[in-house]
């Protein structure tokens, strides 16, 4: 059983030193391939350098290149011209994260919008999928992604953690849906139960959003109480539950959906020589 984790901060520093073997658990869990998000340009530069210093084989790291909407203040068009420049690497696949956050406003809301705005403009010159932040602004955040939609390949909604009415428009707007640990929140993300059964298939993708959001259904739960792409699984059987699917089906599904949304190549197991021996 393969899983794709399409959203891990690992340029987050708490991973420093410690990255070799989060991966290593990572394989063994079953997750065969990451996307390390890119927040800003110093992030989304950390994210590929990792792609490159750890994944020799170039077919398990790949990242995501973009200014994310707490960091839209620093858009300008020298971003614009190196964000260009990092989306043409090979192992980066998407553009983003970039959205709108009107819940904590780090950034005044023109700048947000602007920055989506130039962001999704970028993507669409370059026709490559988008990985989108929204929180707390979905009327407006929808409005504009409907300028745009229909010259975008592909867009996700990362982090999915909105209302029915969200997830309709969204769907409505051929968007895929990201789903985190939240779901496995039984304070907040009990609402997400019967939502996540609405989700075609084909549209659906799993993230850890690692080091945050460790699933609270985990057991048992870390010491230092940090996520990371390892405990996916238990996102994956939470999800699987409230679908009334199999474990086998959600993971075989929502990974296709996720290597054909970036990209990625296939991973071929190798068979035990011995065994075959």
Sequence with gaps: MQLIDIGVNLTHASFNDQRQALLERAFEAGVCQLVLTGTSLEES?????????????GDRLFSTAGLHPHNARDWSSDHSRSLRALLAEPQVRAVGEC???FNRDFSPRPQQEKALEEQLSLAVELQMPVFLHERDAHPRFAQILRDYRDRLPAA???CFTGERRAL???????????????????????????????????????????????????????????NEPAYLSEVLREVALHRQESVAEVARHTTACARAFFALPPIVERADDEENG
């Design 99 to 101: 959205g709108l956050d």
């Design 45 to 57: 530069e950390h994210a590929l350098a990792l792609c490159r210093q750890l994944d020799e084989s």
């Design 156 to 158: 996700v909604v990362h």
């Design 168 to 226: 309709f428009d969204y769907l409505d707007l051929d968007l895929h849906i990201g789903i985190t640990g939240w779901i496995c929140d039984e304070r907040r993300g009990a609402h997400l139960h019967p939502l996540v059964r609405e989700i075609p298939a084909g549209r659906l993708m799993l993230e850890s959003d690692a080091p945050y959001l460790l699933p609270r259904s985990l057991r048992p739960k870390p010491k230092n109480g940090r």
